[in-house]
């Protein structure tokens, strides 16, 4: 069964930097697949889960508005890897930050979607 297991968050001054990682195991990839994502949500207390930033096939990135400029993705399609660097952060940051990914195969119609347990990043003063 396919796990992703998220690491590298923390508490971290406003206007600090944190790098989150995320590692993909148990992937079968031998028949390839029709769309694949890699990428980051964050939930914070009392709301709903958003998306940050995501990957398709490791190359067009998207990230929501509220982190342009500030967070940067990258993957790893082969080693079914995801990073975000988290640069001036801002108390409104502050959340349980989630990789996910998303497969469709061949066989598919809709796609799976896979998740991490999360990893904490709390930005305060």
């Known amino acids: 069964q396919v796990q992703l297991v998220e690491s590298g968050g923390g508490l971290v001054q406003p206007g600090g930097s944190l790098a989150l990682s995320c590692a993909a195991s148990?992937?079968?990839?031998?028949?390839?697949?029709?769309?694949?994502?890699m990428g980051w949500y964050r939930q914070a207390p009392g709301k709903q889960r958003e998306l940050v930033a995501r990957l398709k096939r490791g190359r067009d990135t998207e990230y929501a508005d509220s982190v342009k400029g500030r967070f940067t993705i990258a993957g790893d399609t082969i080693k079914n890897t995801v990073s975000l660097q988290m640069n001036s952060l801002k108390p409104e940051d502050t959340a349980v930050y989630y990789c996910?990914?998303?497969?469709?195969?061949?066989?598919?119609?809709?796609?799976?979607?896979?998740w991490g347990e999360g990893t904490l990043v709390t930005v305060s003063s």
């Open positions: 996910n990914m998303h497969i469709r195969r061949w066989s598919e119609v809709a796609g799976t979607n896979y």
């Open positions: 148990g992937v079968d990839s031998s028949s390839g697949f029709s769309n694949y994502f």
